[in-house]
T-cell receptor
């Protein structure tokens, strides 16, 4: 069974640009979660999608947004990039809410 | 609100046993997760406790006391590859709140 896949592995952008990160969940999983893990910090919840709808979002500004497609894959978009957006962005999927989440390998976003 | 506390760092010797504690404060309880995260890698699911008591899974066991807001992860027969961060997490509504993690260093 394929795990959660994320692309790209690394992404380098400059301030003010926009970034798009992609995630494919485990087959059969309808919930997709996005987390930010800045260097030396813990995992911070960003967004949760289930059945194509945004169900919850963490304490992040509106320039962090995303969507979930009919095949349950998901995109995270970050607009007007700032230096502090440099982090590892992890996507996780689960069969449903409050079920164990399985993580992808992440996208490392670097803002120059 | 949610509050999760874990020790920042621990060290242990290969072959030994180590216990990583996690205390939490949450409004409403829907279980507690433990994850392992090696440096530069994604977290991997270890365990999920909903009921009080000890659940054993090979060298790893996880304990929960809901009345005390307390859990621990027990690692036996430590191996060098167990050097990693161990994260406890509790669901809050529809999201998972993670502790800052405990960095475990296993030395020969």
């Amino acid at each position: 069974e394929a795990g959660v896949t994320q692309s790209p592995t690394h992404l380098i952008k400059t301030r003010g640009q926009q970034a798009t990160l992609r995630c494919s969940p485990i087959s059969g999983h309808t919930s997709v979660y996005w987390y930010q893990q800045a260097l030396g910090l813990g995992l911070q919840f960003l967004l949760w999608y289930d059945e194509g709808e945004e169900r919850n979002r963490g304490n992040f500004p509106p320039r962090f947004s995303g969507r979930q497609f009919p095949n349950y894959s998901s995109e995270l978009n970050v607009n007007a990039l700032e230096l502090e957006d440099s982090a590892l962005y992890l996507c996780a999927s689960s069969p449903g809410p409050r079920q164990p989440q399985h993580f992808g390998d992440g996208t490392r976003l670097s803002i120059l | 609100g949610q509050n999760i506390d874990q020790p920042t760092e621990m060290t242990a010797t290969e072959g030994a046993i180590v216990q990583i504690n996690c205390t939490y404060q949450t409004s409403g309880f829907n279980g507690l997760f433990w994850y392992q995260q090696h440096a530069g890698e994604a977290p991997t699911f270890l365990s999920y406790n909903v009921l009080d008591g000890l659940e054993e899974k090979g060298r790893f066991s996880s304990f929960l006391s809901r009345s005390k807001g307390y859990s621990y992860l027990l690692l036996k027969e430590l191996q060098m590859k167990d050097s990693a961060s161990y994260l406890c997490a509790v669901p809050h509504g529809n999201k998972l709140i993670f502790g800052a993690g405990t960095r475990l260093a296993v030395h020969p």
